[in-house]
């Protein structure tokens, strides 16, 4: 069965530093990982994804996630993080056979001026 | 249009009634997903449709649960005789065909069952 994990519930991080939410996957076949950010009351948003090519992925908003086949990893990072990326960050698994999307729990990104 | 739409936002229903949830998904994709997020957990998946044709039902929780898309647009979530453990956002997602597509999402309808 194919899966996901994120290991930590909340990040805390300084505005400006550099950000790092974990993500961990068990698939069998080729990865589809995907990154998705929730604000309060408001649906996911894509950020970003990785298919195939080169490791590191460049998203939206300045992120990107780095894939590592053998450490089964898809961390996500930011060089420079902002108060307004604070909310709460899902690693996904696409099942290639019916598209559905497996969640991680979740990460809450907290960054503070 | 030009994201998915969700309809209601939000929903009181009384323990025991019927709930009709509706899904727009962007015009022209193919597939459409149902997700439960329950509050600080993430979303999980209940059922998929390609057109018309429900593909995946293995993650709706009981035969309460309904989901249907009869002309391959428009989609519609039933639950009925809601229970308190059905309290959860619904989510609806749509996307084109294929696992490397990203699937994008409505903001949800938040249900509430007194």
């Known amino acids: ?113 | 249009g030009a994201g998915v739409s969700q309809s209601p936002r939000y929903k009181v229903a009384k323990r025991g009634q019927d709930v009709a949830l509706r899904c727009d998904p962007i015009s022209g994709h193919v597939s459409l997903f149902w997700y439960q997020q329950a509050l600080g957990q993430g979303p999980e998946f209940l059922t998929y449709f390609q057109n018309e044709a429900q593909l995946d039902k293995s993650g709706l929780p009981s035969d309460r649960f309904f989901a249907e898309r009869p002309e391959g647009s428009v989609s519609t979530l039933k639950i009925q005789r809601t229970q308190q453990e059905d309290s959860a956002v619904y989510l609806c997602a749509s996307s084109r065909q294929g696992p490397n597509t990203e699937a994008f999402f409505g903001q949800g309808t938040r249900l509430t069952v007194v």
Request: glycine residues 8%.
């Open chain 1, 1 to 113: 069965a194919q899966s996901v994990a994120q290991p930590e519930d909340q990040v805390n991080v300084a505005e400006g530093n550099p950000l790092t939410v974990k993500c961990t996957y068990s698939v069998s076949g080729n990865p589809y990982l995907f990154w998705y950010v929730q604000y309060p009351n408001r649906g996911l948003q894509f950020l970003l994804k990785y298919i195939t090519g080169d490791n590191l992925v460049k998203g939206s908003y300045g992120f990107e996630a780095e894939f590592n086949k053998s450490q089964t990893s898809f961390h996500l990072k930011k060089p420079s993080a902002l108060v307004s990326d604070s909310a709460l960050y899902f690693c996904a698994v696409r099942d290639a056979g019916t598209g559905k999307l497996i969640f991680g729990q979740g990460t809450t990104l907290q960054v503070k001026p």
